[in-house]
C-alpha cells in the first residue's frame, strides 16, 4: 500500500469526504493532485477500506462522498502502530542556502526577504487553521474533537515562527561576517 493512500484513509478517519476533499486537505501534509488521489479512492473502495455515497447534485455530475469502512479503521490502526519511517525532504530553499556564501548582499536580502515573506503569510494562515478549529469543535462539542488536525496545525505554526526567527538569525550572521561569526564560535574546537 502506498503511503498517499494511508494519507486518505487517515483523513478520512476524521469525516467523510469527496475526493475534491481529500486533495485540498492531504495537500497541506503531502503534495499531490487529483490524478493520483482518484485511482488511489477506487483502489481503497476495491479493498473495502472505502465505501462512498452518491449525491445527488443539479446540474453537475453526481458527487462520491467516501467514508472509512470497520475493515479500513483496522487497516488504519495496523498503520498507525507499524514503524513509522524518516521524512523524505525535497527543500530548494535548503539548496539555496547552502551556497549562500557564494552570492552577493543583494541576492542574499532577496531570498531572505523571499523566505520571511512566506513564513509570516505561514504564520498567518495556520493561526487562522486553529482558531478556525476551535470554532469548529465549540459549534460541534458533541463530536470528536479533531486532536489530530489541531497538533498538526500547531506543529506547522511552530515550524513556521522558528523559520522566522532562523532567517532573521541567518541575516545577523550574514550582515557581521560569517566569516568572523565562524572564526568566534569555532575557534576553541580546533576547526
Not at 502502530?81 to 535548503?94: G, H, K
Not at 552577493?104 to 531570498?111: F, G, I
Request: with cysteine.
Amino acid at each position: 500500500m502506498n503511503k498517499l493512500s494511508y494519507g486518505l484513509l487517515s483523513l478520512l478517519s476524521t469525516e467523510p469526504m469527496t475526493g475534491y476533499d481529500l486533495t485540498s486537505k492531504i495537500n497541506k501534509f503531502w503534495r499531490s493532485t487529483h490524478s493520483a488521489i482518484y485511482p488511489l479512492l477506487s483502489e481503497l473502495e476495491e479493498n473495502k477500506y472505502v465505501e462512498f455515497i452518491l449525491k445527488k447534485q443539479d446540474g453537475k455530475p453526481d458527487k462520491k462522498i467516501y467514508n472509512l469502512t470497520v475493515q479500513g479503521k483496522e487497516f488504519l490502526r495496523k498503520w498507525f502502530i507499524s514503524e513509522t519511517s524518516d521524512a523524505v525532504v525535497r527543500d530548494e530553499m535548503t539548496l539555496k542556502l547552502y551556497c549562500i556564501q557564494y552570492m552577493d548582499t543583494e541576492a542574499v536580502e532577496k531570498l531572505l526577504n523571499e523566505l520571511e515573506t512566506r513564513y509570516k503569510k505561514k504564520i498567518e494562515v495556520y493561526k487562522n487553521s486553529i482558531e478556525k478549529i476551535r470554532l469548529k469543535f465549540s459549534e460541534n462539542s458533541r463530536g470528536v474533537p479533531p486532536f489530530g488536525a489541531y497538533v498538526l496545525t500547531q506543529r506547522i505554526l511552530n515550524e513556521a515562527i522558528l523559520d522566522l526567527k532562523w532567517c532573521d538569525w541567518i541575516r545577523d550572521v550574514y550582515k557581521n561576517n560569517y566569516c568572523n561569526f565562524l572564526d568566534q564560535n569555532f575557534k576553541d574546537e580546533g576547526r
